[in-house]
């Protein structure tokens, strides 16, 4: 099944760029292009793509804004489409205010041609995409912000203690990783799973801790100091 995308970029260079990686994939296709926020929701209505490749800095309706619109406000039929987010720059406040609109994740527009295409796949599967180099930096720059600046975190996180009631061994072995920024795929072969038994696992996590994406999911780990208690196998 070809997973359809739609290019959101002010710069017409940039989109050309992006058709001509993403249409050398026999698996994605470019299915439209907008070059604003505005133009963005319009084109999403009209061409339903799969993933939403969103800048966010645009004059106009920004990218934040029309994140916003596509992921609460969809028409349909049928689910939203799914937004990843791409920057120049990876501690851009837009960023982070991207993803609590409703954005999957984010890449870098350096990143290669394969770890672009990748995301696409991943984003179109449901996978959270954080660019792994920087997942750490944006972590520490979300919980930074003061509480008034996140109006959908989630509500308390439970605690270290609280969450290894609500989570076996096996998932909270799975939580570190994803606040690695590790893909499911490299999860499964970090922990001998499969990759479907990760997703599941990973699904089970979010309900479990009334987490709304990956993201939350990551900034919990971290502000709960996970990794530094919980048992991880050797070579992880």
Same mark, same amino acid.
């Given at each position: 099944?070809?997973?359809?995308?739609? /290019? %959101?970029?002010?710069?017409?260079?940039?989109?050309?760029?992006?058709? /001509?990686?993403?249409?050398?994939? *026999?698996?994605?296709?470019? $299915?439209? +292009?907008?070059?604003?926020?505005?133009?963005?929701?319009?084109?999403? $209505?009209? %061409?339903?793509?799969?993933? %939403?490749?969103?800048?966010? =800095?645009?004059?106009?309706?920004? !990218?934040?804004?029309?994140?916003?619109?596509?992921?609460?406000?969809?028409?349909?039929? !049928?689910?939203?489409?799914?937004?990843? $987010?791409?920057?120049?720059?990876?501690?851009? *406040?837009? $960023? &982070?205010?991207?993803?609590?609109?409703?954005?999957?994740?984010?890449?870098?527009?350096?990143?290669?041609?394969?770890?672009?295409?990748?995301?696409?796949?991943?984003?179109?599967?449901?996978?959270?995409? /954080?660019?792994?180099?920087?997942?750490?930096?944006?972590?520490?720059?979300?919980?930074?912000?003061?509480?008034?600046?996140?109006?959908?975190?989630?509500?308390?996180?439970?605690? *270290?203690?609280?969450?290894?009631?609500?989570?076996?061994? =096996? +998932?909270?072995?799975?939580?570190?990783?994803?606040?690695?920024?590790?893909? @499911?795929?490299?999860?499964?072969?970090?922990?001998? /799973?499969?990759?479907? @038994?990760?997703?599941?696992?990973? @699904?089970?996590?979010?309900?479990?801790?009334?987490?709304? @994406?990956? %993201?939350?999911?990551?900034?919990?780990? &971290?502000?709960?100091?996970?990794?530094?208690?919980?048992?991880?196998?050797?070579?992880?």
């Amino acid at each position: 099944m070809t997973i359809r995308v739609l /290019l %959101v970029d002010d710069q017409e260079m940039v989109r050309t760029g992006l058709r /001509l990686v993403i249409d050398r994939r *026999e698996d994605l296709s470019v $299915v439209g +292009e907008a070059a604003d926020g505005e133009q963005a929701v319009a084109r999403a $209505v009209e %061409v339903r793509p799969d993933v %939403v490749l969103m800048d966010v =800095r645009m004059p106009g309706t920004t !990218g934040v804004e029309a994140t916003r619109r596509i992921t609460t406000c969809w028409p349909g039929p !049928g689910p939203a489409p799914r937004v990843l $987010v791409l920057t120049t720059f990876d501690l851009d *406040e837009y $960023v &982070h205010a991207a993803l609590r609109a409703g954005a999957v994740g984010f890449l870098l527009k350096n990143s290669p041609p394969d770890q672009l295409a990748q995301a696409i796949r991943s984003t179109a599967h449901g996978e959270a995409v /954080l660019a792994p180099s920087v997942t750490r930096r944006l972590i520490d720059t979300v919980t930074a912000l003061p509480a008034a600046l996140l109006p959908h975190a989630p509500a308390p996180a439970p605690r *270290e203690g609280e969450l290894a009631a609500l989570l076996t061994e =096996r +998932e909270l072995q799975v939580l570190v990783l994803v606040a690695r920024g590790l893909s @499911n795929a490299r999860i499964a072969s970090a922990l001998g /799973l499969s990759e479907g @038994n990760v997703k599941s696992r990973v @699904n089970r996590i979010l309900t479990r801790l009334g987490l709304e @994406n990956r %993201v939350q999911a990551a900034l919990l780990a &971290h502000q709960e100091g996970l990794a530094a208690v919980v048992r991880m196998p050797p070579g992880t």
